[in-house]
């Protein structure tokens, strides 16, 4: 039924991290929000399969939205509001109040993924991006059981930071990757530097340098270095400044806001990166 739903996706892009921490969501986001700015018809779907910490509405100022059943499935929500070309889907809409927990095993969580690609009114898409959760477990497991049908068409990204132990915890996502014959479009190294936000000079105070080294090492693409950005921590932070879908019919706030930032433009380059790459795959 997932491949059924999922057949007029043309991408699908899973974002990894061996551990938490290490700034997987933001990326996540910054990566719909790229795919999404590089077209004026480009379709972008994120899913959140993050089911214990969503945190995708909030940084797509979505999380005061619901999600509504129609005779065709879930209807996603749209954070760029009448536009209707970046869909949203997490846990987080489900939960009748954003403070309550998800408290499930393995069962629970394996038929949650299953109803988020086979019951979401996805429609075409030219990218579907997944955040999960850190590490490598029941939630990853049950992505590729339910997308078998679509591997041709599964490609990831692993985030991680320039530190020896987050890097550490990269190799094991890295090796989960092999032993499941997951494409690798790229390491992304994030938390690599500081953007001043006085004057945007990007400067490395902490330690940079280890994802290039570690994507050297094991023949893998390098997608860039992302430094701390205290703008982009503010606006994905802010969850009254998002989809605009309830405030104008057409405007789309959060990528507005976005594209002001250091990030945007480094991301753009990523972004780039990654759609050439599929493009030959």
């Known amino acids: 039924m997932a491949a059924k739903r999922l057949e007029t996706v043309k991408h699908i892009i899973i974002v990894l991290s061996g551990k938490g921490g290490v700034g997987k969501s933001s990326v996540s986001t910054q990566l719909a929000l790229s795919l999404y ?3 004026p018809t ?21 999380d005061n939205h619901a ?3 129609s005779s065709d499935g879930w209807v996603p929500v749209y954070a760029d509001g009448a536009q209707a070309r970046l869909a949203c889907m997490s846990v ?33 898409l030219d990218y579907l991006v997944i ?9 990853h497991l049950s992505l590729l059981e339910h997308m078998a049908p679509l591997h041709s ?11 020896a132990v987050a890097l550490m915890d990269a190799m094991k996502c890295l090796s989960f990757t092999r032993a499941v014959n997951l494409p690798v479009l790229g390491l992304i190294e994030n938390m690599s530097g500081y953007v001043c936000p006085c004057c945007g000079e990007i400067s490395n105070v902490f330690s940079t340098g280890g994802g290039q080294e570690m994507a050297r090492r094991e023949e893998l693409r390098f997608l860039g270095n992302l430094p701390v950005d205290t703008e982009l921590v503010s606006l994905l932070d802010a969850s009254d400044v998002g989809g605009g879908a309830e405030k104008s019919a057409d405007a789309f706030p959060l990528l507005a806001r976005y594209q002001a930032t250091t990030s945007c433009k480094l991301f753009a380059e990523i972004a780039t990166s990654i759609v ?6």
Request: glycine share 12%.
């Open 37 to 39: 700015n590089s077209s």
């Open 92 to 124: 987080g809409f489900l939960l009748k109040n954003k403070g309550d927990s998800v408290v499930w095993r393995g069962p629970k969580k394996n038929g949650m993924i299953r109803q988020f690609l086979s019951d979401v009114r996805w429609g075409e």
């Open 42 to 62: 480009v379709r972008v779907g994120i899913l959140d399969v993050d089911l214990t910490g969503p945190s995708i509405p909030r940084m797509f100022g979505v």
């Open 67 to 69: 999600v509504h059943q």
């Open 131 to 139: 955040d999960t959760p850190p590490g490598t477990s029941d939630e």
């Open 153 to 163: 068409r599964l490609s990831s990204v692993i985030v991680t930071t320039p530190q």
């Open 276 to 281: 050439g790459s599929l493009a030959v795959a």
